[in-house]
């Protein structure tokens, strides 16, 4: 690709899912860029696409560059990169900008600046909503915080990765009010899958159900973009991944207790969200919460032609657990129960944060030999391994900490 030499030169360090993309626009946006990824694969690959050099360490990149560009995983990542090893700050010049488009924690962005400061280096945070296809279209929306006169600068960059910008503060602002937005969506997205869940098994159709939802006070992006095309469809395949949105929920929960700002509803869904990421993996598709509400309600959310029998009536889940307290784990053993049955498939065994009721008495064997039966109406959201407590919540953190039964 033919590059203009009147364009800064450009870094990029972190060249993934949304990474390569973005870099893919620069560069033919006619930017000089000099490329970087802990993961030689993926540099190569871009450098291949882009014509562009990739080079060993960040110390290479900025020894070459006048602006770099950050797409990490975390705020300590970024930190990492620029100080060190082979970092960036042991080749960086005065007048030199860092332009960080990761989704960070908003106190570490400011610490990364300040430490930038006295080397003569200006930082941008921009973190990005839009998700993978949105930085393949170049159609991300950047948050963006830090100088005015910073912001300026980067501006036609942003313009070439994403169509929209918004201007929310000083340093730190772009990345405070990306964990807020990621929070309100995974809150969202937690709330859709339960209301569809209780609506199957109150025998609606979760595609009707969505229908309803688009055009309703409960519309969301969650219901306009995800439920039919990851969750009914059964691909749960959205690249996002379920432990980067649990971090970022846990990003605002900090931002909110370092506020002293109280978090109730965002505070309880963080356990949730962490109990389905537990289970399902940090590396799965952000998609998997749907499957994870599906197991801790016993409720597939699928279509009305989807699970029928042969009789036509919908087969329903059903899982009854034997739950072992072994020090600090749970383990579960999952059976699954077609309609009627009395016995019931082993499906598989696993340990787990959360303790699920699902239709069916839960036996809780505890390390010193007792045994407590939990009944039906019981609701288990999820179990601290550091004992029980009955409706308990931590005033200082708003971290919900409580196992709720109803003992027999």
């Not at 488009?101 to 941008?124: C, D, H, K, N, Y």
Request: proline share 6%; glycine share 10%.
């Amino acid at each position: 690709m033919s590059t203009n030499p009147a364009l800064p030169r450009i870094g990029f360090i972190g060249l993934g899912v949304m990474g390569a993309p973005m870099a893919g626009h620069l560069a033919r946006a006619g930017y000089r860029l000099v490329l970087h990824d802990i993961d030689e694969m993926a540099a190569s690959a871009v450098a291949a696409e882009t014509q562009m050099p990739s080079v060993a360490t960040p110390a290479a990149v900025a020894a070459d560059s006048d602006i770099i560009i950050t797409m990490l995983p975390t705020g300590r990542h970024v930190q990492e990169v620029a100080f060190g090893t082979s970092g960036l700050a042991s080749a960086l010049r005065p007048g030199m900008l860092l332009l960080d488009t990761s989704s960070a924690e908003p106190w570490i962005t400011q610490e990364t600046a300040q430490r930038l400061a006295p080397l003569g280096v200006r930082m941008v945070d921009a973190p990005v909503s839009g998700a993978r296809w949105g930085a393949e279209a170049a159609e991300l929306v950047f948050m963006v915080g830090g100088d005015p006169a910073d912001i300026q600068r980067v501006q036609p960059l942003l313009e070439r990765m994403g169509r929209m910008q918004f201007q929310l503060g000083p340093v730190g602002s772009g990345h405070a009010m990306k964990c807020i937005n990621n929070t309100i969506t995974a809150m969202t997205f937690l709330a859709t899958c339960e209301g569809l869940a209780l609506g199957k098994a109150m025998g609606l159709d979760p595609e009707a159900m969505t229908d309803v939802l688009n055009v309703s006070t409960g519309m969301s992006w969650i219901s306009q973009t995800h439920i039919r095309k990851r969750i009914t469809s059964r691909q749960f395949d959205d690249p996002f991944k379920l432990g980067l949105m649990n971090k970022d929920v846990g990003i605002a929960s900090e931002l909110a207790t370092r506020a002293g700002i109280p978090f109730p509803l965002s505070g309880a869904g963080r356990e949730l969200w962490r109990a389905a990421t537990l289970s399902r993996g940090a590396d799965s598709s952000v998609s998997e919460l749907g499957r994870w509400v599906e197991l801790i309600t016993g409720v597939d959310i699928t279509p009305a032609s989807v699970n029928k029998g042969s009789d036509g009536a919908a087969t329903v889940r059903v899982a009854r657990d034997t739950v072992h307290i072994d020090n600090d784990r749970v383990r579960v053993t999952e059976w699954r129960f077609a309609p009627g049955a009395q016995t019931g498939e082993h499906v598989h065994e696993f340990d787990y944060v959360v303790v699920p009721l699902l239709d069916g008495d839960l036996q809780i064997d505890t390390p010193d030999g007792q045994s407590t039966r939990v009944p039906l109406r019981a609701r288990v959201p999820y179990f601290r391994p550091a004992g029980v407590h009955h409706n308990v919540i931590n005033a200082n953190s708003y971290d919900f900490a409580f196992m709720e039964i109803e003992l027999r």
